[in-house]
């Protein structure tokens, strides 16, 4: 199946993980995903990927309208993301899905996954070196009262007498996409369509967030299933008593019923 939904980033918070620590967590509202397109090795694509749409808007173009309305969907989608389907047989899994079908949170993800979240990082607009890769800056005394934050020198000699591409230099930071590996999932809430991430996710509040499922967190233990009380068990038992009686009772009613019906068309 597809292990990677789309969703938006909420809020940060704090919750307990499966060990009772108490860690920073995002809240990322993940509504009903709708499969738009399948994509096959036979056709003019040559590979296997499935495109999930998410999220709507009041104004789209005409030709998302188009690719939304040939997959039997009438909402106006906002974002199309394609999920590679990387199984033995992945052929299998594309006849099953169906475009336009929906896909829900809980046929995904669970309690303990460990998942990888990506998003744009916040624009930090132009920034230095020391801020933008973390240089310490220059000595702060024998006379250097200016160059403080300066680079220092860029050039590597009169040979080769350029820089180098991909120096560390002043600009433009953030607004980048952001992979963070093995995240925990702590929290699932199926009827608000809410995730709840252990850690920091890039991207800013109500900002697209893509969720890839890795495996199972290393060493998570379920927690136990809550037993009974013994109040609970005893209403449990006296409830299907009577439902057991109720059963005895019906079918007399029922055969008595039947025969004065017959006793009346006889006579």
Do not use: C
Not at 195 to 214: D, E, F, M, R
């Amino acid at each position: 199946m597809i292990n990677s939904l789309l969703g938006t980033k909420k809020r940060m918070t704090s919750t307990y993980d499966s060990r009772g620590r108490r860690v920073g967590a995002t809240v990322v509202e993940m509504q009903p995903n709708f499969i738009t397109q399948i994509k096959t090795t036979g056709s003019k694509d040559g590979y296997n990927a499935v495109q999930i749409g998410y999220g709507t808007k009041k104004s789209v173009k005409k030709p998302q309208l188009g690719h939304t309305k040939k997959a039997g969907l009438d909402t106006k989608i906002r974002w199309f993301k394609e999920v590679r389907i990387i199984e033995q047989n992945p052929s299998i899994t594309l006849g099953i899905l169906r475009p336009g079908t929906g896909i829900k949170l809980d046929q995904v993800f669970s309690i303990g996954d460990a998942v990888k979240v990506t998003g744009i990082s916040k624009g930090k607009g132009f920034q230095g070196g020391v801020r933008r890769h973390g240089f310490h800056g220059g000595p702060k005394t024998h006379g250097q009262s200016d160059r403080h934050r300066a680079p220092g020198a860029i050039g590597s000699g009169t040979t080769p007498g350029r820089v180098y591409k991909g120096k560390k230099m002043a600009g433009h930071m953030g607004d980048v996409s952001v992979s963070v590996k093995n995240l925990e999932i702590v929290d699932l809430d199926k009827s608000k369509n809410l995730l709840v991430v252990k850690g920091a996710v890039p991207g800013a509040s109500n900002s697209l967030v893509i969720i890839t499922k890795l495996g199972t967190v290393k060493g998570y233990t379920p927690p136990p299933e809550e037993k009974l009380s013994e109040e609970d068990i005893q209403k449990d038992s006296e409830n299907s008593e009577k439902q057991k009686a109720g059963d005895l009772e019906k079918p007399e009613s029922q055969t008595s019923g039947t025969t004065e019906v017959k006793e009346d068309a006889q006579g």
